[in-house]
């Protein structure tokens, strides 16, 4: 049993993070702040998820999201995919594992997985729309989001959803306003099992480094951690008893990072694209002042005069 | 009636001195300034979003989420609008024989030794660059922009193809904005251009000057014209 997050107490308190401790900021650039602080994690342990969605009640019920009444596809997921007002989901799928024939049940928590290196956040256009704290959490503010999409096309995980409604990108906050005065994710908070626990990062790791030892013993033999380096890490991670294949949880991506599409265009394409431009323009200018206006002279007008007049005879 | 490829409709001289050519009708003129209109404040609203040194451009439109709705709709009227001139222009701008000759000597052109250059139609080859690159790039900004369009379109493409749709949208936009500095440059330098598309005409000098063998078609024109007669051909 790891010790939940206590209740904080009934007083006012400043909130524990905020605008100083951003480490990253879309569009802009920042000072971070000297002092680091204590980077956070939620480890979701794929292994104790009994699929009761205790998570995604909780979730809506603290965002106050509506999502619409869907329909049965005939799947357990729902909503079906991750929605503006659907911040995370519980996607299940069913794997024959080739050892031992067996059926396995896969229930997969989704949501943002709160990148050490947010693709959404190089790709946003908009200064302030997209935020990273020092503690981990990557967050979006609504209030500076043009509702582009590019972070759609920046996410490795397929994971932000644009609002119909006010036109601005929604995930998960990593509940960044329930930490900020010393709370627990909500999600964290409602899992009757124990599939979501919330701490430092450091104390998540030393947590599952115990999930994984014990799943070993019981024959998961490729039980491990993903908090996958090409994105620097997350600060949502997964127990999963099959960690060498993380595709088979609902197409977790096996070793995800930044598209290179996305890191090009937001890389060379920005500076390069400047600078032609900005040649383009030198040219003209030098080559104006260089050679000077191209006039035409009193000559080439008489030779018109002469060849229209000239021409014009019957 | 003349068969010449590059004489337009309207094309017409005026004798007198000095002559005056018209060389663009009022509605080819409107549909230039609608076109370069849209191109212009498509560029300001997209490097908006380009760069965040540039993002302050937004404050034109009326705020970032405005630039966002409104760019691909001033993207659509550039398409349409466009559209026109490629039907009035394409003709004129199709490639000829002296079009290779200007090229390889692009130094005179450069040096304004326009005196060593081919007698050419109503367009040079640089002007018929401009206008096949305009034509191709639209096209590309179109398409790409359509894809990363979510607003309406998102459905229809993965999100791979979304990736490399707005990376080509904005290095075609970064080519169109540098045709267009092309573009606008050579009508400030060489003298005479710009009243084409304001006022409709050049003057007879420019079109001698610069674009001969339309002058001549002009004149063979308007003479057959005049005798009403029909030269053997
Ligand atoms: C022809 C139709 C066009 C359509 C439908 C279109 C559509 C779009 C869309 C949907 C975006 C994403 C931002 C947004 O939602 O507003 C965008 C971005 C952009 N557009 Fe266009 N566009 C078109 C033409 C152009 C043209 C002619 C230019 C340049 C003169 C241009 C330059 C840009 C730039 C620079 C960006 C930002 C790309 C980036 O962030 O890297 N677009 N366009
Ligand atoms: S939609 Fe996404 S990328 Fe665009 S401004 Fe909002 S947060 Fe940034």
Redesign the interface.
Same mark, same amino acid.
């Given at each position: 049993m790891f010790q939940p997050v206590p209740n904080p107490s009934t007083r006012p308190e400043p909130p524990k993070f905020g605008d100083q401790d951003l480490i990253r900021r879309s569009a802009s650039t920042v000072t971070p702040p000297a002092q680091r602080q204590t980077e956070v994690a939620k480890l979701i342990d794929v292994s104790k998820c009994i699929g009761c969605k205790a998570c995604q009640s909780a979730c809506i019920e603290w965002n106050d999201t509506h999502p619409e009444i869907g329909i049965n596809t005939g799947v357990y997921d729902n909503p079906h995919d991750l929605t503006p007002d659907m911040f995370t989901l519980m996607r299940f799928s069913e794997w024959e594992n080739p050892e031992t024939n067996n059926l396995e049940w896969l229930i997969r928590k989704d949501g943002c997985m709160h990148c050490e290196d947010p693709g959404c956040l190089k790709a946003c256009p908009a200064p302030g729309a997209i935020v990273q704290y020092s503690n981990g959490i990557v967050d979006f503010v609504h209030e500076n989001c043009i509702g582009c999409g590019y972070c759609i096309k920046g996410c490795p995980f397929n994971i932000p959803r644009i609002s119909k409604v006010d036109h601005t990108a929604y995930k998960c906050t990593l509940c960044s306003d329930r930490l900020a005065v010393g709370q627990g994710p909500a999600c964290a908070k409602a899992c009757p099992t124990q599939a979501i626990v919330f701490g430092t990062k450091e104390e998540m790791k030393q947590h599952a480094e115990g999930r994984i030892t014990d799943l070993k013993s019981r024959g998961f033999a490729n039980a491990g951690l993903y908090d996958p380096p090409g994105v620097g890490g997350t600060h949502v991670m997964y127990v999963l008893h099959h960690a060498d294949k993380p595709e088979i949880y609902a197409d977790l991506p096996n070793n995800p990072r930044i598209s290179p599409i996305v890191e090009a265009w937001k890389g060379v394409t920005k500076y390069a694209g400047l600078a032609v431009i900005g040649i383009a323009a030198a040219t003209g200018f030098m080559h104006y002042l260089v050679s000077g206006p191209n006039r035409v002279s009193e000559a080439d007008e008489e030779a018109a005069e002469k060849l229209t007049g000239e021409e014009r005879r019957p | 009636m003349s068969t010449d490829y590059d004489v337009g409709k309207g094309d017409k #001289?005026h $004798?007198g001195?000095?002559?005056t050519v018209d060389r663009y009708t009022p509605g080819a003129r409107v549909n230039h300034w609608i076109t370069a209109t849209s191109l212009v404040l498509l560029a300001l609203s997209g490097l908006?979003?380009?760069?965040?040194a540039l993002?302050f451009l937004?404050e034109l439109f009326g705020?970032?989420?405005l630039?966002?709705v409104i760019h691909p709709w001033i993207g659509v009227l550039l398409f349409f609008s466009f559209f026109g001139l490629f039907l009035r222009f394409w003709k004129a701008n199709l490639w000829k024989r002296e079009d290779g000759t200007w090229l390889a000597r692009i130094r005179d052109v450069?040096?304004?030794h326009?005196e060593r250059l081919p007698e050419v139609g109503k367009y040079n080859a640089g002007q018929k660059f401009v206008f096949w690159a305009m034509s191709v790039l639209i096209i590309v900004l179109i398409t790409t922009g359509i894809v990363?369009w979510?607003?309406y379109f998102?459905e229809f493409t993965t999100?791979?193809q979304? &990736?490399?749709a707005?990376?080509v949208h904005?290095?075609a $936009? #970064?080519?169109i #904005?540098?045709v267009w500095?092309?573009h606008v440059?050579a009508a #400030?330098?060489? &003298?005479?251009t710009i009243r084409a598309m304001t006022r409709g005409s050049v003057?007879?000098?420019? $079109?001698?000057?610069h674009h001969r063998k339309w002058? &001549?078609e002009l004149? $063979?024109k308007?003479?057959k014209g005049?005798?009403g007669r029909t030269p053997a051909e």
């Open positions: - | #001289i $004798a001195k000095p002559v908006a979003l380009f760069h965040p993002f937004t705020g970032g989420p630039t966002r450069l040096t304004g326009d990363i979510d607003q998102f999100i791979g979304k &990736r490399w707005v990376l904005s290095i $936009a #970064i080519v #904005i540098s500095i092309i440059y #400030i330098w060489v &003298r005479g003057s007879g000098g420019w $079109a001698w000057r002058l &001549r004149v $063979a308007s003479s005049k005798s």
